[in-house]
């Protein structure tokens, strides 16, 4: 994982930025490492049931799981399957890709309870978060969630992560409609008290965060966390380490 102070220069032939009056986050491996919580979550419930498929599978499908390889969690936010359902689509996968057979579906709901018991007690910010949070707190910048996930349940996972500071969040429900949908980022710009092209959204989804803040009007940078990182971009980050002084210096190199 990249060093939270690690600083990304941003390209001298870059376009102007707007000044950024506020700051709105995707929170799901944005803010909190939710695929590694989802890992071993995952090889925890599955331990005995997986004991005879050798390791290397075992990670695999843990990580096919963490990162819906199902394509599940799409469904769910399209209205084709309750969070349930896409969760047992997920398990299902996982099952199927190691020969074994799954769960029956009476047995799927104390599967996802299980499972969400022991995923809730992982969950914990990136180590760049607070710093950076601390960071715009200096700059007087007001910062908020906007998360595809239905808003009370994104507000417990802040508050078990130790996110409890962020007082703005919008869920799905509540914006009437999830990401990419320009409503989401409006109804956070509208807490913030902040007007969309002054505010910067930051995600780790190239279409429903960066694309869709752009589209709605907002600025938009992509946070890419990714180790090997293969696309060198004046608007991309590798880490939250280096936003706030790109704020503060107004260094110019996002772009609508």
């Known amino acids: 994982m990249d060093n939270a102070n690690d600083a990304l220069n941003p390209s001298p032939g870059a376009a102007s930025v707007a000044r950024v009056e506020g700051v709105l986050f995707d929170i799901d491996d944005t803010l909190v490492d939710l695929n590694s919580a989802a890992v071993k979550g995952f090889n925890q419930l599955t331990a005995e049931d997986f004991s005879d498929v050798p390791a290397a599978l075992r990670e695999y499908v843990a990580r096919d799981y963490a990162d819906d390889g199902a394509g599940a969690y799409e ?96 869920g799905s429900d509540t914006a009437g409609a999830p990401k990419p949908d320009p409503r989401p980022f409006h109804a956070g710009c509208r807490l913030l008290g902040t007007a969309p092209g002054a505010t910067l959204y930051v995600g780790d989804n190239p279409v429903n965060d960066v694309q869709g803040a752009k589209d709605a009007g907002l600025q938009g940078i992509l946070l890419d966390r990714a180790p090997d990182h293969k696309i060198e971009s004046a608007e991309i980050l590798q880490n939250l380490g280096s936003l706030a002084a790109i704020i503060g210096g107004n260094s110019g190199f996002l772009a609508h």
């Open 75 to 170: 469904r769910y936010m399209a209205g084709e399957l309750t969070f349930l359902g896409q969760r047992a689509e997920r398990i299902r996968r996982a099952f199927d890709l190691v020969g074994l057979e799954a769960p029956p579906a009476e047995a799927l709901g104390a599967w996802s309870a299980r499972y969400e018991e022991a995923v809730q007690g992982m969950w914990a910010p990136f180590p760049d978060v607070h710093a950076c949070l601390d960071a715009l707190d200096a700059l007087s910048i007001p910062y908020g969630a906007v998360s595809n996930n239905v808003e009370r349940y994104q507000r417990n996972k802040l508050q078990l992560s130790g996110l409890g500071r962020i007082g703005v969040l919008v």
